[in-house]
């Protein structure tokens, strides 16, 4: 019974420092998450909990390897001996995983706190904004639990003090309206804060994701066929132009796209509409894994040579579109790259030669020693012989921050302004009334204009799905968008087969259902 009850109290993500004491079993749930009271527990202090909660799910490489892993836009592959890990990446990227997948259950538990994080700072009298900030934090981590595994787990009332009451299970219908009546209850308390302090819940982050819950609506309700309603569509045209309305925010200048990754992008960013703080010294989480997790093990910093991109996705560039790659000028480079005036290609996609930023020759690959660091576009999902350190293009979309040691500054970015104006024109594409096909062409082309590319002549499904990957790749939003777009089923590099339509929402984790008689398993797993 005692093993039972602490494996569900680990599996659900509950096993957080400081909760329990190390006496007896009755005695293990007494401190400060149930004895305080709203008069000696800062809910201020709890709020912040709650924020960090969703560094790991975001920052790590739990939800981003759902989302993007599994898709045509990135591929962990087994490098010889080097990331095999029992085969975990290459069953999301070929679309073969079960039940017991790591990165399932990880992303599992680490939402389930994220949420439990938030709901618990209301049991302490926060203030009206101190509460709608929590319970926007709640409805992120529903959604994208919802977006992940088709429900959402949630603790409330009575399971919220005692443990021995297993979560709630909302379904998707139970979770959309869930998101939608928080986020309209709470929407008036949130400040209305621009790019400088996106990582404080805001008024125009809740509307974004009001935006994505009614665009997504149909596909949450049924994958392999989703229907778009024109009143949610209109509900997503009407949110988007409040948010234009607010004069927040603006697409990135021409030669600024990277000022949204930047180690200072909450002082340089036009765009940035949530955000998860990185502050060296005080909080964060791991932004430097987007390049340690793609960097040569030569490259400066040196690091594990692992994930890169396919080549018919990074084709979908043209060769002068500033999101493909570019030498971005930033002060946190104290590289000789910048202060010698190199200028080597620092963000985007890595390809070609590679150079050393502090000799400005050419790199060389390590085994063997005497061969060229050159990224080809060529990578299979298992990689061994000449290529095993050259094989895949690698993109980089935070610069990195050389100027402190530990924590880097890059606040990591969860909503910008163009994924708005691109869900504004997918809306009106999809039959809502708000706009016209020439408003959406426009707003398409006022981000690939700042982007050094030439207009479109007309838009269609087909290239505004590939407009929303060149926008936003990397960012945790492909595995979504191809569902929406009935697409992520198709074969893509490195997956050759159609993929069943169970894949189109991920297993429920095996050890959550061993420990939560609410939880049923997803059809076919």
């Given at each position: 019974?005692?093993?039972?009850?602490?494996?569900?109290?680990?599996?659900?993500?509950l096993l957080m420092s400081g909760l329990f004491s190390?006496?007896?079993?009755?005695?293990?749930?007494k401190g400060e998450l149930q004895e305080g009271t709203?008069?000696?527990?800062?809910?201020?202090?709890?709020?912040?909990?709650?924020?960090?909660?969703?560094?790991?799910?975001?920052?790590?490489?739990?939800?981003?390897?759902?989302?993007?892993?599994?898709?045509?836009?990135?591929?962990?592959?087994?490098?010889?001996?080097?990331?095999?890990?029992?085969?975990?990446?290459?069953?999301?990227?070929?679309?073969?995983?079960?039940?017991?997948?790591?990165?399932?259950?990880?992303?599992?538990?680490?939402?389930?706190?994220?949420?439990?994080?938030?709901?618990?700072?209301?049991?302490?009298?926060?203030?009206?904004?101190?509460?709608?900030?929590?319970?926007?934090?709640?409805?992120?981590?529903?959604?994208?639990?919802?977006?992940?595994?088709?429900?959402?787990?949630?603790?409330?009332?009575?399971?919220?003090?005692?443990?021995?009451?297993?979560?709630?299970?909302?379904?998707?219908?139970?979770?959309?309206?869930?998101?939608?009546?928080?986020?309209?209850?709470?929407?008036?308390?949130?400040?209305?804060?621009?790019?400088?302090?996106?990582?404080?819940?805001?008024?125009?982050?809740?509307?974004?994701?009001?935006?994505?819950?009614?665009?997504?609506?149909?596909?949450?309700?049924?994958?392999?066929?989703?229907?778009?309603?024109?009143?949610?569509?209109?509900?997503?045209?009407?949110?988007?132009?409040?948010?234009?309305?607010?004069?927040?925010?603006?697409?990135?200048?021409?030669?600024?796209?990277?000022?949204?990754?930047?180690?200072?992008?909450?002082?340089?960013?036009?765009?940035?509409?949530?955000?998860?703080?990185?502050?060296?010294?005080?909080?964060?989480?791991?932004?430097?894994?987007?390049?340690?997790?793609?960097?040569?093990?030569?490259?400066?910093?040196?690091?594990?040579?692992?994930?890169?991109?396919?080549?018919?996705?990074?084709?979908?560039?043209?060769?002068?579109?500033?999101?493909?790659?570019?030498?971005?000028?930033?002060?946190?480079?104290?590289?000789?790259?910048?202060?010698?005036?190199?200028?080597?290609?620092?963000?985007?996609?890595?390809?070609?030669?590679?150079?050393?930023?502090?000799?400005?020759?050419?790199?060389?690959?390590?085994?063997?020693?005497?061969?060229?660091?050159?990224?080809?576009?060529?990578?299979?999902?298992?990689?061994?012989?000449?290529?095993?350190?050259?094989?895949?293009?690698?993109?980089?979309?935070?610069?990195?921050?050389?100027?402190?040691?530990?924590?880097?500054?890059?606040?990591?970015?969860?909503?910008?302004?163009?994924?708005?104006?691109?869900?504004?024109?997918?809306?009106?594409?999809?039959?809502?009334?708000?706009?016209?096909?020439?408003?959406?062409?426009?707003?398409?082309?006022?981000?690939?204009?700042?982007?050094?590319?030439?207009?479109?002549?007309?838009?269609?499904?087909?290239?505004?799905?590939?407009?929303?990957?060149?926008?936003?790749?990397?960012?945790?939003?492909?595995?979504?968008?191809?569902?929406?777009?009935?697409k992520f089923l198709q074969p893509f590099q490195e997956?050759?087969?159609?993929?069943?339509?169970?894949?189109?929402?991920?297993?429920?984790?095996?050890?959550?259902?061993?420990?939560?008689?609410?939880?049923?398993?997803?059809?076919?797993?």
């Amino acid at each position: 019974m005692k093993s039972n009850f602490l494996l569900y109290l680990l599996t659900s993500g509950l096993l957080m420092s400081g909760l329990f004491s190390c006496t007896k079993l009755n005695e293990e749930f007494k401190g400060e998450l149930q004895e305080g009271t709203s008069s000696n527990v800062d809910p201020a202090g709890l709020l912040v909990t709650a924020y960090t909660s969703l560094n790991t799910p975001y920052q790590q490489d739990q939800k981003w390897v759902l989302q993007e892993v599994s898709t045509d836009a990135a591929i962990a592959p087994t490098r010889g001996g080097d990331w095999d890990d029992n085969g975990i990446y290459r069953a999301i990227h070929q679309h073969a995983w079960n039940a017991d997948n790591g990165f399932m259950n990880s992303t599992f538990v680490s939402l389930g706190t994220a949420i439990y994080n938030a709901t618990n700072v209301l049991k302490f009298s926060p203030s009206a904004q101190q509460s709608a900030e929590a319970r926007f934090i709640r409805a992120i981590a529903i959604f994208d639990m919802l977006d992940i595994y088709g429900i959402a787990s949630i603790r409330e009332g009575d399971a919220l003090e005692d443990f021995r009451i297993a979560p709630k299970i909302l379904q998707p219908q139970e979770a959309i309206d869930y998101i939608v009546n928080e986020l309209n209850e709470i929407i008036n308390d949130l400040p209305e804060n621009g790019p400088a302090t996106a990582y404080v819940a805001n008024r125009n982050a809740a509307k974004v994701l009001l935006m994505k819950t009614y665009l997504n609506k149909g596909a949450f309700l049924n994958r392999q066929t989703p229907s778009f309603e024109a009143a949610d569509m209109n509900q997503v045209i009407t949110l988007a132009k409040e948010i234009t309305a607010s004069g927040l925010y603006h697409v990135s200048a021409p030669g600024k796209y990277f000022d949204n990754f930047a180690p200072d992008n909450d002082a340089k960013s036009t765009e940035n509409i949530y955000t998860l703080l990185n502050k060296n010294g005080e909080r964060g989480g791991s932004v430097d894994r987007t390049w340690n997790t793609i960097a040569h093990y030569n490259m400066l910093p040196g690091g594990w040579n692992g994930w890169c991109t396919l080549s018919d996705y990074y084709d979908k560039f043209e060769e002068d579109d500033e999101r493909r790659g570019i030498y971005y000028n930033y002060e946190a480079d104290t590289t000789s790259n910048r202060t010698k005036g190199y200028k080597r290609q620092n963000v985007g996609f890595f390809a070609g030669q590679q150079y050393n930023w502090v000799t400005n020759q050419p790199l060389m690959a390590r085994n063997p020693a005497n061969e060229p660091l050159v990224f080809t576009g060529e990578v299979t999902i298992r990689t061994s012989g000449a290529t095993l350190e050259t094989a895949g293009i690698r993109p980089m979309k935070y610069a990195f921050d050389y100027s402190v040691t530990g924590q880097r500054n890059n606040d990591w970015v969860v909503y910008r302004y163009s994924d708005v104006l691109l869900m504004q024109a997918e809306a009106i594409l999809r039959g809502g009334t708000g706009g016209t096909e020439a408003e959406a062409l426009e707003l398409v082309n006022s981000i690939r204009a700042n982007r050094g590319v030439a207009d479109f002549t007309s838009l269609t499904p087909d290239n505004l799905l590939d407009e929303r990957g060149r926008e936003l790749y990397w960012e945790g939003w492909r595995r979504e968008d191809l569902i929406r777009f009935g697409k992520f089923l198709q074969p893509f590099q490195e997956k050759p087969q159609t993929s069943d339509a169970k894949y189109l929402v991920f297993a429920i984790p095996s050890q959550q259902i061993a420990v939560n008689p609410n939880l049923a398993q997803n059809p076919g797993y």
